[in-house]
């Protein structure tokens, strides 16, 4: 094999130099990588609260409409309920006039009869 030829002691100091600066910049590679890695975690942490936070809300949801199917089948029943009873007070009413018809009749009948009784 040739042998290696030396370096000069300026071709071993520019040597150094250069090694140190990269030294150097593997250095502040590492620390940004690290903080890279920092923000990564920090985010995908964040991340999976808003995952949890919309889940929450989807069921919050999901919970209010059931709910709110509830109120308005209740309202709906509810309101079924009154119209009933207001059809069978209607009928109700209905039936005291047609009774305070046939007692009007009847006491213009008796008013009458009383009426010739008394001519007589």
Known sequence: PP???T????EAETSAQELIALRSTNTDLQERNSQV???????QQHYQQLQSQHASLQQQHQQAAAESLEVQDAAAKREQ???AQV????????NHLDQLQQ?????????????????L
């Open 3 to 5: 042998p290696t030829p």
């Open 7 to 10: 370096p000069t002691a300026e």
């Open 37 to 43: 890695e920092l923000s990564y975690a920090t985010l």
């Open 81 to 83: 309920h009154l119209l």
């Open 87 to 94: 059809k069978k007070l209607e009928s109700q009413e209905q």
């Open 103 to 119: 007692l009007k009749q009847l006491l213009e009948e008796k008013s009458a009869e009383a009426a010739q009784a008394a001519a």
